[in-house]
C-alpha cells in the first residue's frame, strides 16, 4: 500500500494563556493519499484552521509528528521548510484581508515565484502569469487591477492562483468558500476539483458546512475541541455516522424538501467544555444526551468500528438511536 502524502502522528498544538494551556490541537492522527481529499469539519472554534496551518508549519507543533512526502517536517529548520512549502500552500478563507491591497492581480501571484526564484527570466513569469488566471478563469483585463477592485469570487480566484504558482503538490483549504455568495461558492468549488483532477493536487479542506464537503471530499474527520472525533470516508460519514456530535451535525444540515419539516433534528444542549486545560474525559460528554458514568472518566481514543471507520466514542455499538 502506498504511503501517504501526508501524515500527522499524535500532532498537538498548545497556546499559552493567563489561565494555562489552550488545546488548540490535541493528540490527532491523520493521513491523506496523494490525489485525495480530507475534508476537516467541525464547529468555530474547534481547531481546524489551527491544524492546517500547523501542518504546513506556520504554526510549530508543541509535539508530535508531521510527515510530507515520505519526511519528517515537524523538526525541519526554516531554512528547510522554505524548500518544502514549494510542495505545500494554503487558500485562506478571507479573500480580502489575504491579498496585499497595494499589489496588483499580476503582482500578487508573481510574488511567490519572485521570492522563490523559481523563474529563469522575466519573459518566463511573465507568461507564467498569463497561464495562471487563464487557468483560475480571471480575465487578461484585470492584470493590471487591485483587490479591492474585484468581487469576491476573482478575488479567491486570486488566491488559487497564487496558491498554484509554485505547482504544489498539497494545498490546505482553509474554508475558501466561507465568505462568498452561494452561486461563487458552487463556481469555486469547481474549480478546485477541477484543478485537482488536471493537476493530481492533494487537498485538506477546511469547512464547517457538511454540504459542501460531502461533494469534495474523500475522507472527512470530525474535530471537536481539538480532537478528532469521527473520521470516516465521505460516504460511509453520511451514510453511517457513528459519533453522537456527528450525527448532530449532519441533523443540523438544511433540506430542502417539505415532507422532511418534521424531521427531528438533534439539538445540542449544555455548556461548551472549555480548550483550556481540559479535564481528562469525553469533551463532548457535557452536551451528549448518550453520556454514561464512564464518559468523564478517561478520554476516549479512536478506535475502527468497521473498515475504515473510527470513532472516538466506546459506547458506539451501544447507542440506539432513535
Not at 433534528?265 to 480548550?275: A, F, K, L, Y
Request: hydrophobic content about 40%; overall charge negative.
Amino acid at each position: 500500500m502506498p504511503s501517504p502524502l501526508l501524515e500527522t502522528r499524535n500532532l498537538k498544538k498548545y497556546f499559552k494563556t493567563s489561565s494555562g494551556l489552550l488545546h488548540a490541537v490535541d493528540d490527532i492522527s491523520i493521513s491523506i493519499g496523494a490525489g485525495e481529499t480530507l475534508g476537516v469539519v467541525g464547529e468555530s472554534g474547534c481547531g481546524k484552521s489551527t491544524l492546517g496551518r500547523t501542518v504546513l508549519r506556520l504554526l510549530a507543533p508543541t509535539s508530535g509528528e508531521i510527515f510530507f512526502d515520505g519526511e519528517r517536517i515537524s523538526d525541519m529548520s526554516d531554512a528547510q521548510m522554505r524548500e518544502k512549502r514549494c510542495d505545500m500552500q494554503i487558500i485562506f478563507q478571507d479573500p480580502y484581508s489575504s491579498l496585499n491591497p497595494r499589489m496588483t492581480v499580476s503582482e500578487i501571484i508573481a510574488e511567490p515565484m519572485i521570492v522563490n526564484r523559481t523563474c529563469g527570466s522575466r519573459q518566463e513569469m511573465l507568461d507564467r502569469i498569463d497561464s495562471l488566471m487563464e487557468t483560475v478563469g480571471l480575465s487578461e483585463r484585470l492584470y493590471n487591477a487591485y483587490p479591492h477592485e474585484l468581487d469576491g469570487g476573482r478575488r479567491q480566484r486570486i488566491g488559487v492562483a497564487r496558491a498554484l504558482a509554485l505547482n504544489p503538490k498539497f494545498i490546505v483549504c482553509d474554508e475558501p468558500v466561507s465568505a462568498l455568495d452561494v452561486s461563487i461558492q458552487a463556481q469555486i468549488l469547481n474549480l478546485l476539483m477541477d484543478l485537482q483532477d488536471r493537476m493530481q493536487l492533494t487537498y485538506m479542506f477546511i469547512t464547517h458546512d457538511l454540504s459542501v464537503v460531502k461533494h469534495i471530499s474523500d475522507n472527512i474527520a470530525v474535530l471537536y475541541l481539538g480532537q478528532c472525533v469521527e473520521l470516516a470516508s465521505s460516504k460511509e460519514l453520511f451514510a453511517q455516522p457513528r459519533h453522537p456530535y456527528t450525527r448532530a451535525l449532519l441533523s443540523a444540515i438544511p433540506v430542502p424538501d417539505l415532507s422532511a419539516r418534521n424531521t427531528r433534528h438533534r439539538i445540542i444542549r449544555g455548556e461548551v467544555t472549555s480548550p483550556i486545560d481540559p479535564p481528562p474525559g469525553c469533551r463532548f460528554a457535557a452536551r451528549c444526551e448518550f453520556a454514561q458514568a464512564g464518559c468523564t472518566a478517561e478520554t476516549p481514543a479512536l478506535h475502527e468500528i468497521s473498515a475504515g471507520h473510527f470513532v472516538a466514542c466506546p459506547w458506539t455499538g451501544d447507542i440506539e438511536y432513535p
